[in-house]
């Protein structure tokens, strides 16, 4: 069934389904331990290691161990989920996976993932961005500091990411941590002005397709002159927004769904258009290139191009 995506800030219904969805799909009770991802990166000789305690995982840690997973195998341009031209379809694979099993676990086929306009928080003074609404116990918690209020406070961190060699550690669950707005490199969220930036870019991405082109998928992902959008997002939260396993904190799926909002409005003005073609371009993001996928069938980017049987977005733009 194909759900609509709505604004977090205007639809108190979705904005509950969700973060109760997230709460479940929590539950360590995925049958799935430890060792058995241990094995699972042994037997499939990845270049990723977990160590630390051996405890039950709940479906939610494992799309964490799952976006840790495609940031640890590098191409020849970024790697199977970053830096190049699969970030978007890769991460929109990613959120329509997470969308299913919230569907699954609330029992509503027609859910969609809402989103965070983080633009329009971005045009607020600089000491109010990290005081709205959403940052508040009927949202999704504390901007700063351990989330301790609101329906995902009882959400565990199971799963982190050893900064110095980048080894997934299995650690004692603790609750999601943030520090919005205290990183003196980035204070402010991304501006309207911004989006824009990104919305006006003519290709979706071209040679040598890494962070360094002047790109629709570069702009957003937010290297030219970074961070920016989607990166300025991440360093502007902080926390567990950092590492690779960013999708720790709920706030990752509201920061992702915008951004592929911004990709379907670009791609409403442009067309459905997709660059590197077939054998062309870098291995790993081509169109017809296989996602890096554990959970669910695995898709190319150009089964994605056209996410209408999956969602829509409340107010599409038209061409
Ligand atoms: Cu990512």
Redesign the pocket.
């Known amino acids: 069934m194909a759900g609509t995506r709505e604004n977090i800030l205007v639809s108190e219904t979705v904005r509950d389904q969700f973060l109760q969805g997230m709460a479940a799909l929590d539950q360590p009770n995925s049958g799935i331990f430890g060792r058995d991802i241990a094995a699972f990166l042994r037997n499939n000789n990845l270049p990723l290691d977990i160590v630390g305690i051996d405890q039950e995982l709940s479906i939610y840690d494992l799309f964490v161990f799952w976006?840790v997973l495609?940031?640890s195998i590098p191409l020849s341009v970024g790697n199977a989920?970053?830096s190049g031209p699969i970030?978007l379809p890769?991460?929109r694979m990613?959120l329509i996976r997470l969308e299913q099993n919230l569907q699954q676990v609330l029992g509503d086929p027609d859910f969609g993932l809402p989103y965070w306009d983080w633009a329009a928080d971005g045009e607020l003074s600089v000491a109010d961005q990290w005081r709205t609404d959403l940052w508040s116990r009927d949202y999704i918690g504390e901007a700063r500091g351990a989330v301790r209020s609101g329906p995902i406070a009882d959400m565990r961190v199971r799963l982190v990411q050893d900064a110095r060699t980048g080894r997934l550690v299995s650690t004692t669950p603790r609750p999601i941590q943030r520090a919005a707005g205290l990183d003196p490199r980035v204070r402010t969220l991304p501006t309207e002005a911004q989006v824009d930036t990104a919305l006006t870019q003519p290709t979706y991405d071209q040679s040598p397709w890494n962070q360094s082109v002047i790109s629709h998928r570069n702009v957003l992902e937010g290297w030219v002159q970074g961070p920016q959008l989607h990166n300025r997002v991440h360093v502007w939260i902080g926390g567990d927004m950092g590492p690779?396993t960013?999708?720790n904190d709920p706030a990752?799926f509201l920061n992702?769904c915008n951004v592929d909002r911004i990709w379907e409005m670009w791609m409403d003005r442009n067309g459905r258009d997709y660059q590197p073609g077939r054998n062309r371009g870098p291995q790993g993001h081509r169109i017809d290139s296989t996602m890096v996928s554990i959970i669910g069938q695995a898709l190319s980017p150009e089964q994605v191009l056209d996410p209408s049987i999956w969602y829509t977005y409340d107010h599409q733009l038209v061409a």
Do not use: E, K, L, R
């Open positions: 976006h495609a940031m989920a970053h970030f890769w991460h990613y690779g960013s999708p990752f992702h």
